[in-house]
């Protein structure tokens, strides 16, 4: 049963190396492969010993079994100091590699000289060869290897405890029980004497620990990596968590811009459930959030539809302790998996506070714009309506006609509005309305002689007259362009060039009809008409309401466009309101 305990052991041990080798990265730590690498060996030189035929074989694999004693031990304590410092010292090296050397050395001796082994004979019991030994002076070099090995191990590893917490915990506490195991067997072994090992069963103990150990290692240098790349790029701090949003690491430019992540140590849940408002709860926060996201784009789908090497990032801006940070969070990946996630931290206080201040220069510089704009606006407006009124006060016939038919034009259009006509956006509207009083700028070409006339105008006398409708687009044309927008520019030229035309082609100047007429063309010639029936002037009387409107719905479909009369009708009260308080301000 012995035989086949150490064949078994040698089989499972080099199963072990083997998914090692598959599993290990080109980051994975040396000492770890070349634990690996001596397990079987060791194992071997058990099972070896255990079917040696005589003496000489037996002593082989007993010193392979020193051998590896010797070095299994200096590789676990390497490992060990690797995690704590990241990289040992060589003279530190040199010398643990020198001393192991030198008690092996005593082990060569066995079978020269009696410093190692005094006596050794070849025995064989129940079919399991052996070694009868009586020790000599130089072998207990090799307990004091032994002992030294796991007083520095242990001693690294409960410093690190306390002060280390860059350091997994859980890896410490399995680096723990690996030295417990270890010191135990070789001490429990060699003062008991027996026949019969545990050190291979040990071994296999080992690979299953360090297999485990190695699978959270390769996070953390991960971890390291990457936070190395990121202080080289620039000043960017950087942080990782496991999928179980368990603390990883981070670096030291996380730790300057967010100092309660020095607290934290590895392996522990990354929370802070006594203060929502820390950091580490606010980045918790932003984790969840992106798990979320990333569950939300990944419903419905079946599980081979998803792959980890899809790339999802989420970003945030921070502000805190007068700082603005631009938080990243994304998925840290090794080897086209998701291993956890990844938080990159950027200090953008100078940008953002340089683009803000830029924005509010913009935005102020907008405003004086806007307020030049605006006053250069009203400086033409009022240059346009003075050039309006002056037309008027020409016109001994029309007084006041100017500002009626503007209130006119903006009671059609309220009504208008109501009913959402086509075409009649709001932009349309404040253009037709600031367009109005620009209608009979043409008439200061025409002669004083006729446009004062009290009586009818003779027919070449209204064919004088007539000319003022294109001489208005002219007049609007030319103080217009270039100070306005084009779209107000043509309205305004529209409604001053064919606001005389009818909507069966009889109008002037150009007798064009339907609606070739312009939309606001047509709303003012309802306006100019009305405002003329309605008024008194010094060669008629006003006509009534009721007669006025008459005439305009008789007028539907010949002078004016039929689809306007609802829109006239449905402002018949506030026309004759506004027309009765204006009578009454005449009075």
Not at 138 to 146: E, G, K, M, P, Q
Not at 181 to 191: A, F, H, P, V
Not at 368 to 386: C, F, P, R
Not at 473 to 495: C, G, S, T, W
Request: aromatic share 10%; with cysteine; charged share 25%.
């Amino acid at each position: 049963m012995v035989v086949q305990y150490y064949f078994v052991a040698f089989i499972l041990s080099i199963i072990g190396t083997l998914i090692f080798v598959w599993r290990c990265k080109s980051d994975t730590n040396i000492y770890f492969l070349l634990l690996f690498l001596m397990i079987p060996i060791c194992s071997l030189a058990f099972y070896q010993m255990s079917i040696s035929k005589n003496l000489e074989e037996a002593l082989v694999a007993n010193n392979l079994t020193i051998l590896c004693g010797n070095f299994l031990s200096l590789f676990i304590l390497l490992s060990i100091v690797s995690m704590y410092e990241g990289s040992i010292s060589k003279v530190f090296t040199i010398f643990m590699y020198t001393l192991s050397f030198l008690v092996y050395g005593g082990a060569l001796t066995i079978g020269r000289s009696g410093l190692y082994y005094k006596d050794v004979k070849f025995k064989v019991v129940d079919g399991v060869s052996t070694l009868e030994k009586v020790y000599g002076p130089l072998h207990a070099s090799f307990y004091v290897l032994i002992l030294l090995h796991a007083i520095i191990g242990i001693g690294v590893i409960a410093f690190s405890f306390k002060t280390n917490k860059g350091v997994s915990y859980k890896s410490l506490i399995f680096f723990s029980a690996i030295e417990i195991i270890s010191l135990s067997s070789y001490l429990l072994g060699n003062i008991l004497g027996s026949k019969f090992s545990l050190m291979p069963a040990e071994c296999l103990v080992f690979q299953i620990i360090l297999l485990i150990i190695m699978e959270d290692t390769s996070l953390y240098n991960i971890s390291r990596v990457q936070a190395s790349s990121l202080i080289d790029k620039g000043e960017n701090g950087f942080l990782s968590v496991s999928r179980k949003l368990n603390f990883i690491g981070s670096n030291n430019t996380a730790k300057v811009f967010f100092p309660e992540l020095s607290k934290l140590r590895v392996d522990k849940k990354f929370n802070d459930k006594d203060n929502e408002y820390s950091i580490i709860s606010i980045l918790h926060g932003f984790i969840e959030e992106f798990m979320e996201k990333c569950d939300a784009e990944h419903s419905g789908k079946n599980e081979h539809e998803i792959h980890d090497h899809e790339h999802h990032e989420d970003e945030h801006i921070l502000e805190r302790d007068g700082k603005i940070y631009k938080i990243i969070v994304e998925h840290l990946m090794y080897q086209n998996k998701i291993k956890g996630y990844q938080i990159s931290i950027m200090d953008e206080t100078k940008e953002r506070k340089y683009t803000k201040l830029l924005q509010q220069y913009n935005q102020r510089l907008e405003r004086e714009v806007a307020q030049k704009t605006e006053h250069i606006q009203e400086i033409q407006d009022k240059m346009v309506l003075g050039i309006a009124d002056i037309v008027e006060n020409r016109d001994a016939n029309t007084g006041g006609h100017i500002k009626r038919t503007s209130v006119v034009v903006n009671i059609l259009i309220e009504e208008m509005k109501k009913d959402h006509m086509e075409g009649l956006d709001d932009e349309f509207c404040r253009c037709v309305i600031k367009a109005a009083p620009m209608h009979d700028l043409g008439k200061i070409a025409v002669p004083d002689a006729i446009l004062n006339k009290p009586g009818k105008f003779e027919p070449e006398e209204f064919e004088e007259m007539k000319k003022h409708a294109a001489k208005g687009a002219e007049i609007v044309h030319k103080v217009l362009a270039d100070v306005e927008e084009p779209r107000f520019q043509l309205i305004a030229e529209n409604v001053a060039h064919y606001h005389h035309e009818r909507w069966d082609g009889s109008g002037y100047p150009d007798g064009i009809k339907g609606e070739t007429i312009p939309l606001e063309a047509r709303i003012m010639a309802i306006a100019d008409v009305y405002d003329a029936l309605v008024s008194k002037r010094c060669y008629k009387d006003s006509m009534s309401f009721e007669q006025a409107f008459n005439i305009i719905e008789d007028g539907m479909g010949k002078h004016f466009d039929e689809r306007l009369n609802k829109y006239f009708l449905a402002a018949r009260e506030k026309l004759e309101a506004y027309y009765k308080e204006a009578i009454r301000e005449q009075a």
